[in-house]
């Protein structure tokens, strides 16, 4: 079975940062995109950044320039560092595995809170 652990939420005032990390266990990490996702309170699940099996990456305009979306085959991880955070990045960010051949075959992990103080 597939699992996804996530690390480091927590409690940050603005403008701080934070270092968001989901280990993968139980399948080969490398044939899986992974991507982390976001829901506040009241709003719909977004797309915050996303790291191909080849490395590309992506993000949504409103984190540009201030998250990071990486990886590391050798420890079955991908991170999410988060700088100049903002209170409107408050919400709880879940980590996402889709596997590459097939994109109906995805895994979630458990969520972590992130909350950002004014």
């Known amino acids: 079975q597939v699992q996804l652990v996530e690390y480091g939420g927590g409690l940050v005032q603005a403008g701080g940062s934070l270092r968001l990390s989901c280990v993968v266990s139980?399948?080969?990490?490398?044939?899986?995109?992974m991507g982390w996702y976001r829901q506040a309170p009241g709003k719909q699940r977004e797309l915050v950044a996303s790291?191909?099996?080849?490395?590309?990456?992506n993000y949504v305009d409103s984190v540009k320039g201030r998250f990071t979306i990486s990886r590391d085959n050798t420890k079955n991880t991908v991170y999410l560092q988060m700088n100049s955070l903002e209170p409107e990045d408050t919400a709880v960010y879940y980590c996402?595995?889709?596997?590459?051949?097939?994109?109906?075959?995805?895994?979630w992990g458990q969520g972590t809170q992130v909350t950002v103080s004014s």
């Open positions: 996402k595995a889709n596997r590459v051949s097939d994109w109906r075959i995805n895994y």
């Open positions: 790291i191909t099996s080849g490395g590309i990456t």
């Open positions: 139980g399948s080969l990490f490398s044939i899986y995109a």
